[in-house]
């Protein structure tokens, strides 16, 4: 059975930084896509960041050049470093697995808050 764990979420000034992190279980983490989305009340979850098997990253417009998709098949981990926060980014962030689909979405974590104060 596959886990995601996700950690690192918490409160933030706006321009301030955030790591994520997100630890899998359960499954070889090398045959996974991995991605981060988020979602807030009322709207639709959006993907923020992904990154391939091979470590090929995409990045939503709206995150381009302040967030950093990192996976580490060592640590069966993938991280999401966010800087220069503003309140938009508020919102709860997930992470999700996938062997076949793109975006990666067949396993998700439990989620993690992140809130931006201005």
């Known amino acids: 059975q596959v886990q995601l764990v996700e950690s690192g979420g918490g409160l933030v000034q706006a321009g301030g930084s955030l790591r994520l992190s997100c630890t899998m279980s359960?499954?070889?983490?090398?045959?996974?896509?991995m991605a981060w989305y988020r979602q807030s009340p009322g709207k639709q979850r959006e993907v923020v960041a992904t990154?391939?098997?091979?470590?090929?990253?995409w990045y939503a417009t709206s995150v381009k050049g302040r967030f950093t998709i990192a996976r580490d098949n060592a640590k069966n981990t993938v991280e999401l470093q966010m800087h220069a926060l503003t309140p938009e980014d508020t919102s709860v962030y997930y992470c999700?697995?996938?062997?076949?689909?793109?975006?990666?979405?067949?396993?998700w974590g439990q989620g993690t808050q992140v809130t931006v104060s201005s």
């Open positions: 999700a697995a996938d062997p076949t689909n793109w975006p990666p979405r067949r396993d």
């Open positions: 359960g499954s070889n983490f090398e045959s996974n896509a």
């Open positions: 990154v391939g098997k091979g470590g090929v990253t």
